[in-house]
T-cell receptor, first 115, second 114 residues
Framework: KQEVTQIPAALSVPEGENLVLNCSFTDSAIYNLQWFRQDPGKGLTSLLLIQSSQREQTSGRLNASLDKSSGRSTLYIAASQPGDSATYLCAVIGYSGGSNYKLTFGKGTLLTVNP | EPEVTQTPSHQVTQMGQEVILRCVPISNHLYFYWYRQILGQKVEFLVSFYNNEISEKSEIFDDQFSVERPDGSNFTLKIRSTKLEDSAMYFC????????????FGSGTRLTVV
């Protein structure tokens, strides 16, 4: 059974700092990996999708890397801003039998960026 | 950018009552999902739906739950007799293919059972 772990559970940084969020997964046979942002009481906004054959994806100040063989992904946020404050969720898309795939989520990292 | 729309955003119901949560997936998507998140816990898979039938369901998705695509645009989750432990945020998601391009989630329905 796939397990996804995110470290740290919470992170507080001053504005402008670069930071790294970590995600690990137990079964490396994933199809791809998706990072989401969740604001308090709100929905899930997709940030980046990395295919299993890719090493990284970039969008603006965000860069996500994937090392499938070691079961790890990182989300790098450059020059953090107070508006980046949210919970960041890592989810792996894996084969679940038959012709089905599903997302397995980590518990998230709660990021606070202080002005 | 295309969105997944969920209604209502918040629903309060009495224990034992039936609730229907509604979703409008992205129009050209073929695969539909429900996930839920109990406060403080991980987002967890409930059910996937394709070609007008359930393709996979989790152990959470017992006989109290059902899903339906009543027309060409809506996708619903019905909870037949709500329990206190059904209180959670319910997310609908859709994808164009099974996994290649990832999933698009709606903004969720917060269900509170009292």
């Amino acid at each position: 059974k796939q397990e996804v772990t995110q470290i740290p559970a919470a992170l507080s940084v001053p504005e402008g700092e670069n930071l790294v969020l970590n995600c690990s997964f137990t079964d490396s046979a994933i199809y791809n990996l998706q990072w989401f942002r969740q604001d308090p009481g709100k929905g899930l906004t997709s940030l980046l999708l990395i295919q299993s054959s890719q090493r990284e994806q970039t969008s603006g100040r965000l860069n996500a890397s994937l090392d499938k063989s070691s079961g790890r992904s990182t989300l790098y946020i450059a020059a953090s801003q107070p508006g980046d404050s949210a919970t960041y969720l890592c989810a792996v898309i894996g084969y679940s039998g038959g012709s089905n795939y599903k997302l397995t989520f980590g518990k998230g990292t709660l990021l606070t960026v202080n002005p | 950018e295309p969105e997944v729309t969920q209604t209502p955003s918040h629903q309060v119901t009495q224990m034992g009552q039936e609730v229907i949560l509604r979703c409008v997936p992205i129009s050209n998507h073929l695969y539909f999902y429900w996930y839920r998140q109990i406060l403080g816990q991980k987002v967890e898979f409930l059910v996937s739906f394709y070609n007008n039938e359930i393709s996979e369901k989790s152990e959470i998705f017992d006989d109290q739950f059902s899903v339906e695509r009543p027309d060409g645009s809506n996708f619903t989750l019905k909870i037949r007799s709500t329990k206190l432990e059904d209180s959670a945020m319910y997310f609908c998601a859709s994808s164009a293919d099974r996994a290649v391009n990832g999933y698009t989630f709606g903004s969720g329905t917060r269900l509170t059972v009292v």
